[in-house]
Nanobody, 127 residues
């Protein structure tokens, strides 16, 4: 019932910026905790950033703190990931995830804590 579609990925050079978008279908977006994950070749999917329902809280992986910003626009059913000062190490497929069942105003950081996932969007950063 819930579908997530990411967009905004691409090929950029180190130091550039990108903004990823994730549009969520359905009528549960405002009650959902949202997260961004990424997976590089040969590595496990890892948490990047998360935002709680009602946007009360946000959380970031140490590797992206100070460079990435997660936000949400409930009127547009969209969550964003603003990525600045990109590094080659940021190269990965980025996935948007939603937990529509949570009743807490907390950030979820575990892969197994999310119910729905997007198809992913490729971000490639050249040196």
């Amino acid at each position: 019932q819930v579908q997530l579609v990411e967009s905004g990925g691409g090929l950029v050079q180190a130091g550039d910026s990108l903004r990823l978008s994730c549009e969520v279908s359905g009528r549960t977006f405002g009650r959902s905790a949202m997260g961004w994950f990424r997976q590089a070749p040969g590595k496990e999917r890892e948490f990047v950033a998360g935002i709680s329902r009602s946007a009360y809280s946000t959380s970031y992986a140490d590797s992206v703190k100070g460079r990435f910003t997660i936000s949400r626009d409930n009127a547009k059913n969209t969550v964003y990931l603003q990525m600045n000062s990109l590094k080659p190490e940021d190269t990965a497929v980025y996935y948007c995830a939603a937990d529509v069942r949570t009743t807490l105003h907390t950030v979820l950081t575990g892969t197994n804590e999310y119910d729905y996932w997007g198809q992913g969007t490729q971000v490639t950063v050249s040196s």
